[in-house]
């Protein structure tokens, strides 16, 4: 059975950083590709950033968090995502997802498993 559980969510001023992880379970990160995404109230889900393990680590950022959000790998069972310079827009709910294949990507029907998603809050 596959489980991702994401921690590290909380409240933050503008401008302050947090650093979420995901931890994997039952199907490791080594061979697969991970994302993040977020979810606003009244919003779709949309793409945070998306790291390609077939390739590299190569990594891949929606234009709103590029220059500030990285993504990584920072083992075969966890992938983290460091948010800096925060702002009030960034407030959402933040799920991790794992890839069917080695390539994270943008779209989201590529990924089959995720997790139960952690609130982030940024107050301005």
């Known amino acids: 059975q596959v489980q991702l559980v994401e921690s590290g969510g909380g409240l933050v001023q503008a401008g302050g950083s947090l650093r979420l992880s995901c931890a994997a379970s039952g199907r490791t990160f080594s061979m697969y590709g991970a994302g993040w995404f977020r979810q606003a109230p009244g919003k779709e889900r949309e793409f945070v950033a998306a790291i390609n393990f077939a390739w590299s680590d190569t990594t891949s950022y929606a234009d709103s968090v590029k220059g500030r959000f990285t993504i990584s790998r920072d083992n075969a069972n966890t992938v983290s995502l460091q948010m800096n310079s925060l702002k009030p827009d960034d407030t959402a709910v933040y799920y991790c997802?794992?890839?069917?294949?080695?390539?994270?990507?943008?779209?989201?029907?590529?990924?089959?498993?995720w997790g139960q998603g952690t609130q982030v809050t940024v107050s301005s």
């Open positions: 997802a794992q890839a069917r294949r080695g390539v994270g990507s943008m779209n989201i029907n590529d990924y089959i498993y």
